[in-house]
């Protein structure tokens, strides 16, 4: 198993994340579920966060990310969640019509850690869980 090291840790902390807009909406297809993917890859660049799969569904998206101890998992999703929210309203405001002008992300999320061994078996699951 992979291990990542800190200046005092030794570690292997991936959470499989889901989320979904707000009243499930399918507001994430096309130009719009292409530019989630890009900003969800570039926040978690900037902020240190692994991105390991990642897969936008037109109703919801999936996330396995690898973290270090120093981040919280709350404030990673948060993170997430606010910062493509503002993306894609500045980029695609005609998405707000379909939340009734509301938020883009529905309040919470699904979260399960993985471990070394389930881990292949979530990437396999991530890449090629069928949209329905």
Same mark, same amino acid.
């Given at each position: 198993m992979e291990m990542d090291a800190g200046?005092?840790?030794v570690h292997n902390l991936y959470y499989h994340v889901v989320w979904i807009p707000k009243y499930r909406r399918h507001v994430l297809e096309g130009r719009v579920g292409e530019r989630a993917r890009q900003?969800?890859?570039e926040v978690a660049e900037k902020y240190?966060?692994?991105v390991?799969?990642?897969k936008v569904n037109p109703d919801h998206i999936h996330l396995l990310v690898r973290l270090e101890p120093r981040h919280a998992l709350p404030d990673v999703v948060r993170t997430l969640?606010?910062?493509t929210a *503002?993306?894609?309203f500045e980029e695609f405001p005609e998405i707000k019509r379909h939340l009734w002008n509301g938020s883009l992300w529905a309040s919470g999320y699904c979260v399960n850690t993985v471990g070394g061994l389930d881990l292949e078996a979530? *990437?396999?699951?991530?890449?090629?869980?069928q949209e329905e």
């Open positions: 200046a005092h840790t900003v969800i890859v240190g966060y692994g390991d799969e990642l969640k606010s910062l *503002r993306a894609l979530v *990437r396999h699951y991530i890449r090629e869980e």
